[in-house]
């Protein structure tokens, strides 16, 4: 079945740390892959896609995302968190169909000063 | 450009009352629309998907169901509300690139 992980729950960094967030994903063949952050009563953003090609992707406010098909992974990254980073960070992938997003149950990230 | 409009924004109702959640679409054509829940602690749950008027594909079964009257405009509906029910509602239509979401409808049933 097609499905996408995001293992941790919660994650805590200090400002000015380094952020990884992981995303695993389970599909027959590789999907079109989503990080989407949503900052407390917003709704959801859009972070970063990859569809194809360069498996390094750049997205807005500073997160990149790697696409690595041996660990079925697309972690999410940021070298230097800021205060307005924390948010509910979500990792979703597209189904073959094109019809279906499935979503990670998402990790909250909490950022201390 | 295109716009997603849901309403309401905040709804209370109480147990076994019905519900209706509208959402509407502007600036595109045959989208895909979607309605998922966010339910504390939970993530986002896809519950109906529907690729044109009058398909609809369920993906949890539940008291809820899903209309399709228009191109553009999908309703989330339910003839008794359950306090299982209570959550954040996403409207969502997609062009295959990638998803579109709207404001959203937090629902609490007491």
């Known amino acids: 079945a097609q499905s996408v992980t995001q293992p941790d729950i919660h994650i805590t960094v200090s400002e000015g740390a380094s952020l990884e967030l992981r995303c695993n994903y389970s599909y027959g063949a590789t999907p079109y892959l989503f990080w989407y952050v949503q900052s407390p009563g917003q709704g959801l953003q859009l972070l970063l896609k990859?569809?194809?090609?360069?498996?390094l992707v750049q997205g807005i406010k500073g997160f990149e995302a790697e696409f690595k098909r041996s660990q079925s992974s697309f972690n999410l990254r940021k070298p230097s968190v800021h205060w307005s980073d924390a948010a509910e960070y979500f990792c979703a992938g597209e189904s073959n169909t094109g019809n279906q997003f499935y979503f990670g149950t998402g990790t909250s990230l909490t950022v201390i000063p | 450009s295109q716009t997603i409009h849901q309403w309401p924004a905040t709804l209370v109702q109480p147990v076994g009352s019905p519900l209706s959640l509208e959402c509407t679409v502007e600036g595109t054509s045959n989208p895909n629309l979607y309605w998922y829940r966010q339910a504390a602690g939970r993530g986002l749950q896809l519950l109906f998907y529907s690729v044109g008027i009058g398909q609809i594909s369920s993906e949890v079964p539940q008291n809820l169901s899903a209309s399709r009257p228009q191109d553009r405009q999908f309703i989330l509906s339910s003839k008794k509300l359950l306090l299982s029910d209570s959550g954040f509602y996403l409207c969502?239509?997609?062009?295959?690139?990638?998803?579109?979401f709207g404001p959203g409808t937090r629902l609490l049933v007491l």
């Open positions: 990859y569809f194809s090609g360069d498996t």
């Open positions: 969502a239509w997609s062009n295959r690139e990638t998803q579109y």
